[in-house]
């Protein structure tokens, strides 16, 4: 088993079965991806053994991770699904949140257009540990563009629990 399966199978476990364990055309724990400048100069980012990443104690401006997606010639096919899998100890409205964008570049124009998104505030459900999709019917080409999922992570007060364990395009 590799590293990267074996990191997978540890959030399955500690998360419950994500809805992209299974196989999709690319995946990201959130320790992999790269905080934004502004996550890194303002001391904003936290990220645990455990692979997730949360905002830095004490600190309640967003924390902001960019995800570069690459492709992947051997998928069955394009996806269609933007996943995320999150803990957000409120549950409900948007005191604390985690949203996932994914988000196009034009490799000749370099403008940038958002593809799907899903967030946090959308559902109400007090599960500590979630799993949200979002659809979308963007066909991906990588000859035309370039791909991220830029993921914030935010909160409005020290003592709230949120943080990102992942994301998928499935």
């Not at 055309?25 to 990220?47: E, G, K, V």
């Not at 998104?117 to 000859?143: G, I, Y």
Request: charge should be neutral; proline fraction near 5%.
């Amino acid at each position: 088993m590799s590293i990267r399966n074996a990191l997978f199978a540890t959030i399955a476990l500690m998360a419950g079965t994500p809805a992209w364990a299974a196989d999709p055309y690319w995946s990201s724990i959130a320790t992999a991806c790269t905080p934004d400048n502004l996550s890194i100069q303002n001391n904003r980012y936290q990220s645990t053994v455990d692979s997730y990443v949360t905002p830095q104690k004490g600190n309640v401006d967003p924390t902001v991770l960019i995800c570069a997606v690459q492709p992947n010639p051997g998928a069955s096919g394009l996806p269609n699904l933007l996943s995320m899998t999150y803990l957000d100890s409120t549950g409900v409205t948007n005191t604390a949140h985690v949203l996932a964008q994914l988000i196009r570049v034009n490799r000749s124009t370099g403008g940038r257009a958002t593809v799907a998104a899903v967030s946090s505030d959308s559902f109400a459900t007090t599960t500590p540990t979630k799993n949200q999709s979002a659809a979308f019917s963007h066909t991906l080409n990588f000859e035309m563009n370039f791909y991220y999922v830029r993921i914030e992570i935010d909160r409005a007060a020290n003592n709230q629990n949120v943080r990102s364990m992942g994301v998928a395009l499935e």
